[in-house]
């Protein structure tokens, strides 16, 4: 009986903690944090930046990511975009080819590779030690024009600062899809201002070389492994609000939604149990935030239907177990 009450009311809390109490234990130490009086504004000197732009067929958008790289604020001589294209079937080579011929630091590079790691491990491997920052951004990614200087001015506020993500959210989609990176963007933005955000998003983020030379051959999620390394690592993850993006290939309907979710989903459980083994050495801080996305995506979808049926059962036999 005992036994019965105490998993009951685990998983009750559990429930409670993952769905709602996290948010508001998070909504309180951001309230509590300090207001950031001394923030900085302006850059003591601009870094060296790569950007890598993995590519494959992408022709229906490459054109519009060219023309928004173009238009960054950024000291010209201290900006390489790299478009990392990898085997293409339709015309996006001949597209960056042509738009960027008469452009110094914008350079087209063969991988002869497949897949998005494969591309980004190209790009690391064959740049590297020519960048104080590396920026990786997805083809189908709007910036906002200061990304890079708002990129800049987190890493140079705090040394231990090792990545840092843009605030995305979906253009021209569902209401679902929405809401639901608006609710995303809220529960990191409060992580940041609290301690570290859980993970950055694919669309855009950056980090500085020295926290990763390759992703491993098997990732399968580079937005999550490298948030999760720079945790681990006690590095601090920011997400900067200011610093806007907007994703244009979204879903179109529920459909299009439960699919990329279910995709999205599963590649962050694998990446999840990659760092599993490194729970005992994560900080305190980023520990509980582990867990508690542990709980969230691994446990819940499992905890949540039995929980229900436990108290359907216990409801209809009068909650005798606990008499």
């Given amino acids: 009986m005992f036994t019965t009450t105490s998993v009951y009311f685990l998983l009750l809390f559990l429930i409670l903690w993952c769905y709602c109490g996290y948010l508001i234990f998070l909504l309180i130490l951001a309230k509590l944090q300090p207001s950031d009086k001394k923030k900085q504004t302006s850059l003591t000197d601009f870094p060296k930046i790569s950007i890598f732009v993995p590519c494959f067929n ?22 390489d975009v790299y478009f990392l294209h990898g085997q293409s079937t339709d015309k996006t080579g001949d597209i960056i080819e042509d738009a960027i011929s008469e452009i110094n630091n914008f350079h087209l590079i063969e991988t002869q590779c497949i897949g998005k790691i494969n591309q980004l491990n190209y790009g690391l491997l064959h740049c590297k030690g020519e960048s104080d920052i590396i920026v990786c951004t997805d083809v189908d990614a709007i910036l ?11 890493f140079q506020a705090d040394e231990k600062v090792h990545l840092v993500g843009a605030n995305v959210s979906p253009l021209g989609t569902i ?21 570290t955000s ?15 030379e390759q992703f491993p051959k098997d990732c399968v999620a580079d937005d999550i492994y490298i948030s999760f390394k720079a945790n681990t690592e006690n590095y601090l993850t920011k997400y900067i609000v200011e610093a806007e993006g907007k994703e244009t290939r979204t879903p179109n309907d529920l459909g299009e939604f439960f699919v990329h979710k279910f995709r999205k989903g599963n590649a962050y459980l694998i990446e999840l149990f990659r760092f599993f083994y490194l729970l005992p050495h994560m900080t305190g801080w980023w520990k509980t935030i582990y867990i508690t996305k542990f709980f969230q995506l691994a446990i819940m979808p499992w905890a949540v239907p039995f929980f229900l049926l436990s108290t359907i059962s216990l409801t209809l036999s009068g909650w005798g177990y606990f008499r």
């Avoid at 990304?147 to 001015?153: A, E, G, H, M």
């Avoid at 209401?175 to 301690?195: A, P």
């Fill in 175 to 195: 209401q679902m899809e929405e809401h639901f990176w608006r609710d995303q963007n809220i529960i990191r933005t409060l992580e940041s201002k609290v301690y």
């Fill in 58 to 79: 992408e022709q229906s958008f490459v054109q519009q990511k060219i023309d928004n790289l173009k238009s960054l604020k950024y000291e010209y001589d201290r900006i």
């Fill in 198 to 212: 859980s993970i950055v998003v694919a669309p855009c983020y950056a980090f500085r070389p020295s926290l990763l």
């Fill in 144 to 154: 906002s024009e200061d990304i890079l200087v708002l990129f800049c001015l987190a």
